[in-house]
């Protein structure tokens, strides 16, 4: 888990900082899934076995055959049979079988796609951005049954997998005690990433037009946006501000007081 306040700056971290190094070109350690939200899934009309299997699809190499990802998804949702919804313990027993099962399906997809791909040896890393979200959709019922299948492919001692999540820090305790997560427990980390520095500001504002060749000016202006900034947890308005200053006025190389006012 990547945990901190709001607005601390763990997407940013994570999308912006380690999922680019490890998808370079050079990099064939890695099989990298794009980074997904759960409240994201229902305006796209997906579920999460979908999303799933439509990442897996589109990591598969488009000469040769590939898998449906209808059939797909509906082998994984095979899974939302859980052991909490049975009433006696074979029941149950038969439920876990199940899950199980549906597992290592997945863990056996992931194998046939990196064998396909020439990437035997890359591990596939799943990325779950504000995984709050599952905690907090108290009505969403298809909740348990994707963290009790999360939970089974990362606990299986023949999966592949790895899993980052980014987390606000007062949904920690609510992760951590959540019992489809319980098996998983002793597999996982946590990362705490504090709140930002001012001096951090200005290397968040400064680098990146450095790399791309943009020009403050005044150079003054850089230290009137760390100024409007205002508090250490406002890492998403700044990275807003400057997103709209790069699409709007990066054509000449340089930001000024006017285009930031404007």
């Not at 919804?85 to 876990?96: K, L, T």
């Not at 990362?154 to 959540?178: G, K």
């Not at 403050?216 to 946006?225: A, G, K, N």
Request: charged share 25%; aromatic share 10%.
């Amino acid at each position: 888990y990547v945990v901190g306040a709001s607005g601390s700056g763990k997407s940013s971290l994570v999308k912006g900082g380690l999922l680019p190094r490890l998808t370079r070109t050079e990099n064939l350690d890695w099989c990298v899934f794009p980074a997904f939200r759960w409240n994201e899934l229902r305006p796209r009309g997906r579920d999460w076995a979908e999303q799933l299997a439509l990442m897996l699809i589109a990591q598969w190499p488009e000469s040769g055959t590939r898998p449906d990802p209808g059939e797909l998804r509906k082998h994984y949702l095979e899974a939302s049979l859980t052991a909490d919804q049975a009433h006696d313990e074979s029941a149950r027993a038969r439920c876990r079988q199940n899950l199980t099962a549906v597992a290592d399906r997945f863990i056996d997809d992931t194998k046939a796609m990196l064998r396909a791909s020439g990437r035997t040896n890359a591990l596939p890393l799943l990325v779950i951005d504000q995984f709050e979200e599952l905690f907090a959709a108290a009505d969403d019922l298809t909740v348990t049954p994707f963290l009790q299948f999360l939970g089974c492919v990362l606990a299986s001692p023949r999966t592949p997998w790895l899993c980052i999540a980014t987390v606000r820090t007062d949904y920690l305790t609510a992760i951590q005690t959540r019992s489809e997560l319980l098996e998983w427990k002793d597999h996982t980390g946590i990362y705490s990433l504090p709140l930002m520095t001012e001096d951090r500001f200005y290397e968040v504002i400064r680098r990146p037009a450095e790399r791309v060749g943009i020009l403050f000016e005044p150079e003054t202006l850089v230290d009137r946006i760390v100024h409007d900034t205002g508090t250490r947890d406002s890492l998403p308005l700044l990275a807003f501000a400057m997103r709209q200053l790069h699409k709007r006025f990066s054509g000449d190389g340089k930001f000024t007081e006017k285009e930031y006012f404007d």
